[in-house]
């Protein structure tokens, strides 16, 4: 009932820069969070930035100063300015919302989008 589709990876040089997108749909009352994870060939999944609607946002040491996080509460889009890429920043990148929705009662839902991929490589 709630969706997730990212968008914006592609194959960018050492040094470049990328937007991703990642846009909500359905059933939502409202947004508590949408936040960036990204899963490298054969590593786990990590945090990258999260933008909760209260709170601070914060980024993983790794892309302090580089990455930045913002949101569009009326489209119910969030974006990751990724700039300065590196070779390590290679991965699948997973955009993560939590939402309340309202289909008849109110429930909190945690929902992941399908992926994008980001190479950074010259």
């Known amino acids: 009932q709630v969706q997730l589709v990212e968008s914006g990876g592609a194959l960018v040089q050492p040094g470049g820069s990328l937007r991703l997108s990642c846009a909500a749909s359905?059933?939502?009352?409202?947004?508590?969070?949408m936040d960036w994870y990204r899963q490298a060939p054969g590593k786990e999944r990590e945090l990258v930035a999260v933008?909760?609607?209260?709170?601070?946002?914060r980024y993983a040491d790794s892309v302090k100063g580089r990455f930045a996080i913002s949101r569009d509460n009326a489209l119910q889009t969030a974006y990751l300015q990724m700039n300065s890429l590196k070779p390590e920043d290679t991965a699948v990148y997973y955009c993560?919302?939590?939402?309340?929705?309202?289909?008849?009662?109110?429930?909190?839902?945690?929902?992941w989008g399908q992926g994008t991929l980001v190479t950074v490589s010259s």
């Open positions: 993560y919302a939590g939402v309340l929705t309202n289909t008849g009662s109110i429930r909190y839902l945690e929902v």
């Open positions: 359905g059933s939502i009352l409202s947004i508590q969070t």
């Open positions: 933008s909760p609607t209260i709170g601070s946002i």
